[in-house]
């Protein structure tokens, strides 16, 4: 599919990837291999449901989004991004292991250096990453990523001050013990307005994992800064706040602070959900909803073709979602409870597939494409940030 040019400017032992011969649409991110690409569909095939809101001004049922420009281009495997007080963006490479500082005035790209111990594969490598909530005094930045063993946490000290290539500190772990794989390395991290550590980890295709609250895998950890359990998790000295995720791959609260998560589905549907602590979001025993009591329903649903979601970032009233294989930004208005309205997809096909989307401000949002993660068809320029505009 061409594209138009765009201007520049997660204690267990380690689990191995097991390789199951099922068939599964959704491979990690909704394709068949590492290799295919899949077109998306163009049906629709989302769906929302839920009962108005009990506050809160419900968001137009329909929204826009405007590509207000190019911030920089040319990077490799994208994948976590965290927006830097003092302005400029820091960006995770997924397969090189490095995090590159990109400023957002001139696109201009400076290494900061490299993460030691990240072994790239598939879907795992350096995946996300976050700001400490004192970085403003610590300068501590967060990064979650593969090694040879397992998936892991680690904290480092940013120093622009030092040289390029050498401004990241020595990695401090704060947890490890996270099951790895091929796929299904979950790798999203984000600060709560709590404070506290949230992560979304996969099930690296062992299924019965999402079920198991003593496994760190397919669930969403709640950490202290410091990577211990945080004091409220529901299951006492537990990391872990909700569980039966399959491959959590987006977290972002909303004014109202409630917690909302991206997941990727297999044959039939992908999941936005609302993350209650404690609860059951079913995976293996449902996909999509299941219409029980036993399990927490998403409140909105898409076929795999059309989504394959990773990061999901709150703006101007919506979840805005990433597509990967759907190739396109889905917005999903909220009210007070749930999903308010259908939801309504974006920038279908035009750059590609879409990984990381984060909120800027008011109604900007930066958006991370995802053609270069060996899945993808890299045209000149990519892969590239994105500043939007939404309503």
């Not at 490598?125 to 930045?141: C, F, N, Q, R």
């Not at 997941?263 to 936005?272: A, C, H, P």
Request: charged fraction near 25%; glycine fraction near 14%.
């Amino acid at each position: 599919m061409h594209r138009p040019a765009v201007r520049p400017a997660w204690a267990v032992a380690a689990c191995a990837a097991l390789l199951l011969t099922t068939g599964c649409s959704s491979g990690g991110d909704g394709q068949p291999s590492e290799a295919t690409k899949t077109p998306a569909s163009r049906t629709p095939g989302a769906t929302a449901s839920g009962p108005a809101g009990k506050s809160g001004a419900v968001p137009p049922a329909k929204g826009s989004v405007s590509v207000v420009r190019t911030v920089t281009e040319g990077l490799k495997s994208p994948w976590g991004l965290a927006p830097l007080s003092e302005g400029g963006l820091l960006v995770s490479s997924r397969d090189e292991g490095t995090i590159t500082r990109v400023d957002t005035e001139t696109g201009k790209k400076t290494e900061l250096g490299s993460v030691p111990g990240v072994a790239p594969a598939g879907e795992g490598g350096l995946l996300g990453i976050a700001l400490s909530p004192d970085y403003a005094s610590d300068h501590l930045v967060y990064a979650y990523f593969t090694t040879e063993s397992d998936n892991r946490i680690a904290r480092m000290l940013y120093d622009e001050k030092k040289p390029a290539g050498e401004q990241l500190g020595a990695p401090d772990t704060v947890f490890k013990g996270i099951p790895k794989g091929t796929n299904h390395n979950g790798g999203r991290i984000a600060f709560g307005p709590d404070d506290l550590l949230y992560v979304g980890t996969g099930e690296t295709y062992h299924t019965e994992l999402a079920q198991d609250r003593k496994s760190p895998g397919g669930k969403i950890l709640r950490l202290t800064p410091d990577g211990q359990p945080a004091p409220g998790n529901p299951f006492g000295d537990s990391p872990v706040y909700s569980y039966g995720h399959r491959n959590v791959q987006g977290l972002a609260w909303d004014e109202d602070k409630r917690l909302w998560a991206s997941e990727f589905g297999q044959d039939t549907w992908d999941e936005l959900n609302n993350i209650v602590a404690g609860d059951n979001y079913g995976w293996p025993d449902a996909e999509g909803r299941s219409g029980g009591s036993e399990y927490h329903d998403p409140i909105a649903q898409w076929r795999t073709g059309d989504a394959s979601p990773s990061g999901i970032a709150y703006a101007k009233g919506s979840i805005w979602m990433a597509g990967l294989r759907g190739e396109r930004l889905w917005r999903v208005p909220l009210d007070g409870t749930e999903a308010a309205h259908d939801p309504q997809a974006f920038l279908e096909g035009k750059y590609g597939r879409l990984r990381t989307v984060v909120a800027a401000g008011g109604d900007k949002l930066w958006l991370v494409t995802s053609e270069t993660d060996t899945r993808g068809t890299p045209e000149k320029g990519d892969d590239r940030i994105l500043e939007l505009k939404v309503s």
